[in-house]
């Protein structure tokens, strides 16, 4: 089935700092992948979509400047946190949708938490 | 535009009782309707599905159906388990291209043997 991995699983940084996560779609190809940001005990806030050749679409109140959204190729897509702030601190999801046939369906990565100190 | 809501929780049971966590949802068009499912610590897996009308999605025991009349897709499980805590989401998406996915607040199940 459709994998999509997440790397690191947990990062730990100063605040001031900044922070790469990574999305891989492992056994597919992912034209577009979604940035979700979720808080303890609540739902996933879709923060941006990432599309493979062209500038990622943000949600409103989410700022592009801090969020960097860079999809490098179909099956990699990183979000890096710059000058992260505790109030980043949060736990960060990304998808992809399936393959066609199922596109409307999206898998999701495991997620990685970020502890900004 | 799109919502779904979805009964607070936590909802606590005991094993072997019978679950059922109400999802509602406001959407233009035909949505497909979601289920996800949160463990502890780890991202969201996909618990089952249905794209339209009447549909009903069905998997590890858990089971809801798309009902259009009262918009409506509630989850449903017979006899829960210990295994079967976690945190519980809705969710909708549009039916044109890669529609994103709405989600509702979740809902915690605590299930106690």
């Known amino acids: 089935g459709a994998v999509v991995s997440q790397h690191p699983s947990w990062v730990i940084c100063k605040s001031g700092t900044s922070v790469k996560i990574e999305c891989r779609s492992l056994?597919?190809?992912?034209?577009?992948m979604f940035w979700y940001r979720q808080f303890p005990k609540q739902s996933l806030m879709l923060m941006a979509t990432?599309?493979?050749?062209?500038?990622?679409?943000?949600e409103q109140g989410v700022e592009k400047d801090k969020f960097l959204i860079n999809h490098a190729s179909l099956t990699l897509s990183t979000l890096t946190v710059t000058s992260a702030h505790p109030e980043d601190s949060s736990f960060y999801i990304c998808s992809a949708p399936g393959a066609s046939g199922s596109k409307n369906e999206q898998f999701f990565g495991p997620g990685t938490r970020l502890t900004v100190l | 535009g799109n919502s779904v809501t979805q009964m607070e929780g936590p909802v606590t049971l005991s094993e072997e009782a019978f679950l059922t966590i109400n999802c509602t949802y406001t959407?233009?068009?035909?949505?497909?309707l979601f289920w996800y499912v949160q463990y502890p610590g780890e991202g969201l897996q996909l618990l089952l599905k249905a794209t339209k009308a009447d549909d009903k999605g069905s998997n590890k025991g858990f089971e809801a159906t798309y009902r259009k009349e009262t918009t409506s897709f509630h989850l449903e499980k017979g006899s829960v388990q210990v295994s079967d805590s976690a945190v519980y989401f809705c969710?909708?998406?549009?039916?044109?291209?890669?529609?994103?996915?709405?989600f509702g607040k979740g809902t915690m199940l605590l299930v106690s043997p």
């Open positions: 056994d597919f190809q992912a034209t577009t």
């Open positions: 959407a233009t068009g035909y949505p497909s």
């Open positions: 969710a909708l998406s549009g039916n044109s291209g890669y529609s994103t996915l709405t």
């Open positions: 990432s599309n493979e050749g062209s500038k990622a679409t943000y």
